[in-house]
């Protein structure tokens, strides 16, 4: 079993907290630092969202929050979430310090090497690599990050959430010369779960998986209301498998542009898929394109419940 050193950007928000979740308890990840970033909601809340799900499941890693962004505003997002980002579950916990994202360079500067992993806009990896590109360049192995789509998107017809908040810095990002994996909303829509696949956090103990349950019970009624389906799309989740199952997924490398003029494109994600371009070097990213869907579901809730098995 592999151990990934990871540092994680998101906007906690539900499907944040159940990759979250899924990670802690697959015990394949460490978290070296976590940034609460503004997105499903504002950048102090998912800060708290990051520092109370930790506290929750007894663990005292490091977090920091975002800078205060103004978002174009995406009016469903308190049906998404909810108010408070996580489905109503928030308690104000401990006041454990959460420093600004500013003061994260400088927590890193002894690691030895680590992942990123991004699962909400990417604003805030985007500054701290333009303003620390040496710590960044030499330490960063690769970005995992859930954003864009081939096909469609959410937020617009055009754009998914995570690019159309901020297009400028996913291009960045995208033209860092990191090595990047990107998970579309095509692949992570394919993955859907219910509450009847999670119904067993209902019997545990554990406090936090009946307020995880909770949290699930909120996003699946956005679901039935917008999208149209009873059950709920995993697309942070998804992206976390591309970390710890890459096996379950097919990648192709293949240069991306996105759109950053204002319009009903905004925040679209062009992928060049022609065989013309297949030898580009420019903004050239590894892009998820199939995923074996069945095993990608049985790994997600079987290894949250074993998790949840052993903490009860
Ligand atoms: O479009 C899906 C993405 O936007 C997910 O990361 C979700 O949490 C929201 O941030
Ligand atoms: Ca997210």
Redesign the pocket.
Known sequence: MNLHNVVWF???????TIAVIYAILSKEVNFLASCGSS??TSARQSSLNFSFIFEEMGLDYSVFRGLPRKRRLVQLLKE??GEDGIGGTYERKSLRKISSVMKMPEFLSGARSFVLVN???FSDLAMLCEKFPSLFKSKVERIVA??G?RCG???TPSA???I??DPISAQRIINSGIPVILVP?DI?SRVTLTTEDFAWLQDKRFPFAGKLFKMITYYQKFHESYEGFSGF?A??PV?LLALLKPELFRFTDVPVQVEKKRGITFGHTAMDFRYRSRNSTHNQISVATDIDVERARDVLINTIRRGFDLLD
């Open positions: 998101g906007d906690p928000g539900i499907d944040d997105g499903n998404v979430h699962t909400g806009p859930m954003g789509s998107g959410n937020v998914e959430f995570n159309y908040s909303l992570t799309t697309h942070d992206a």
